[in-house]
């Protein structure tokens, strides 16, 4: 049970990752970053949305609205700025899921799945970005392989 959970979210993972690239390379970056903070702050906003239907209380609520704004601070300097504050928002998530709505008192309102599925959906979409901004296939880097290239003759 628990490893399907793990497959989901990382196919979950898999699909954002793809939609992000293909969003950064063939449209813009600023696009596939948008998206990527996008997804980010909706899979915050889930825990508002739980919290919510439980009735737990509103300093739960108020708590969660602090994850969404974390969350979406880091987004939004992840568009701004560095796509690394989105590796890091999404690396960061899972402490989220796990610490306050796995085994903390999160529990009693939050569906098992979702936080063991977070896990492996944060955790590779945070990779792909890291990979794919430090590898240089989205973003400035890659505009400027592409420069290089040019200047040296050579095809992307």
């Not at 996008?38 to 209380?57: E, H, I, K, P, T």
């Not at 796990?98 to 936080?115: D, I, N, W």
Request: glycine letters at 12%; charged letters at 10%; a positive charge.
């Amino acid at each position: 049970m628990v490893l399907d959970w793990l497959i989901n979210g990382a196919i979950g993972g898999a699909v954002v990752s793809l939609v992000a690239f293909v969003l950064s390379r063939f449209v813009h970056d600023v696009i596939g970053r948008v998206w990527l903070a996008f997804v980010l702050v909706a899979a915050a906003f889930f825990y508002l949305m739980f919290a919510s239907r439980a009735d737990a209380g509103t300093a739960w609520l108020i708590g969660e609205v602090v994850g969404i704004a974390i969350y979406g601070g880091m987004g939004v300097l992840g568009i701004r700025r560095s796509p690394m504050w989105l590796a890091a928002g999404w690396a960061l998530h899972p402490v989220w899921d796990m610490l306050l709505h796995h085994v903390g008192p999160g529990r009693s309102f939050t569906p098992e799945a979702y936080p063991v599925s977070c896990v492996s959906w944060d955790l590779l979409v945070a990779a792909y970005i890291a990979a794919a901004y430090g590898f240089g296939l989205v973003g400035g880097r890659r505009s400027g392989l592409r420069a290089e290239r040019a200047v040296r003759g050579t095809a992307l």
